[in-house]
DNA sequence: GTATTTACGCTACGACAGTTGCGTAAATAC
DNA sequence: GTATTTACGCAACTGTCGTAGCGTAAATAC
């Protein structure tokens, strides 16, 4: 991993790191919107332009950011369906809580999606950001989506059950009540939403001649 | 309906109008991020400061735009909750393609979600917004919610099935592709999704002792 | 050594959101 | 009529994102 030694100037050592760090404590301090690219060079002791010349847009700033505080969750794989979403679910919708409140008096706990909100707006207004956004999200699906595929193969869920629709579902509940509704997604909603998942994989009646 | 005759200067009669008229074209041409306060109060013929007056900022005008154009969905309730779903849902998906286009050369059809991203910001942003936009999405979603209350009650759904959650995962879905993951959300996935929820809320297997 | 390449810091600038202050217009209250 | 209240238009201003130009610093190529 030894850099091929490039032509001209070589990028300030470290630069990146510092710019980072300032701009994550201005993030979790005031919120996206409230602080100013210009501080953000001026904490990290580097002019405006350095900025600019690794990330090109407020918005790209912030997706990195968020790809380095979002922490791995954790996808146990226990054979025991309903515990294993309940407890991967659980904590990405604590993650998500947490997520909200960035940048806010935690008095304010109000129903606002917060730095996810801009996380989405920033997708849509730059494609590469999208695309980038879109990566991390691919990533970070993979575990889950592979255990609903097993949890199919050993019989625990209908055969011609898809993955990624379900997992569409259930993810899907949990940012459109983040993102849409502002209803909250506690760990008891968490339990609701599979368990009547669950449970209506495992109920039959009439309807469906 | 009669106005109450207030006491000073009367609002300029149809400046809201012409306002929201210029806005709406504006944005339908250039998407949000690329169109200029002053050139719609000038468009409209009125000051920037009138267009203040009415709404603080452009994300509350982002709103009543909005609003404007979200045309009602049509919510069939004929005793076939497979067919009623996928005909609801269908023209939902359907409504939210077509946000994705505002302000976009049709040439580019990236995944990007538009315009929706942008209102979920701006209801980030701003409580009162969010309000609105909350307020928006409820009544919208009275009679569909309705609709699963009728099915469940004529025993095309599990008696313990709760309409709201199950909305969510239904409506969840779409929104998590539109705004995260990008994938598209065309008659093809709806009818699959659908299909797969009433397949589960149909057919018995294991699990779940 | 000199030439070239790339990064840096700095200053100035353009575009746009949103604010402020002020003079004026259009209504009601008396 | 005059006083009061509310809205309007206009112009100037601030804060912030992002860009452009330029001189300089630190590396490699020869």
Redesign the pocket.
């Known amino acids: 991993m030894t850099t091929p030694?490039?032509?001209?100037?070589?990028?300030?050592e470290g630069?990146d790191g510092r710019i980072l760090q300032a701009a994550h404590a201005l993030l979790t301090q005031r919120g996206y919107d409230r602080?100013?690219?210009?501080e953000v060079a001026a904490r990290a002791?580097?002019?405006?332009?350095?900025l600019?010349?690794r990330w090109?847009?407020?918005?790209h700033l912030l997706v990195a950011l968020v790809a380095r505080i979002q922490d791995e969750v954790e996808v146990a794989d226990t054979g025991d369906l309903r515990r294993d979403l309940t407890v991967y679910l659980g904590a990405v919708a604590h993650g998500l809580e947490g997520m909200r409140r960035v940048g806010r008096e935690a008095a304010a706990a109000d129903r606002s999606a917060g730095v996810v909100a801009e996380l989405v707006a920033a997708a849509a207004r730059h494609p590469d950001v999208g695309e980038a956004v879109r990566a991390l999200f691919a990533r970070r699906n993979t575990l889950p989506l592979r255990l609903l595929d097993h949890a199919r193969e050993r019989g625990a869920l209908p055969p011609a059950t898809s993955s990624e629709v379900l997992f569409d579902q259930l993810a899907g509940a949990l940012y459109y009540r983040l993102l849409i509704t502002g209803a909250p997604i506690g760990a008891d909603y968490v339990e609701e939403l599979v368990d009547q998942v669950l449970t209506q994989a495992a109920t039959p009646h009439p309807e469906r001649a």
Not at 45 to 50: D, L
């Open positions: 030694a490039r032509r001209g100037r070589p990028r300030s630069a602080f100013a690219i210009d002791g580097v002019a405006k332009t350095t600019y010349r090109p847009t407020k918005d």
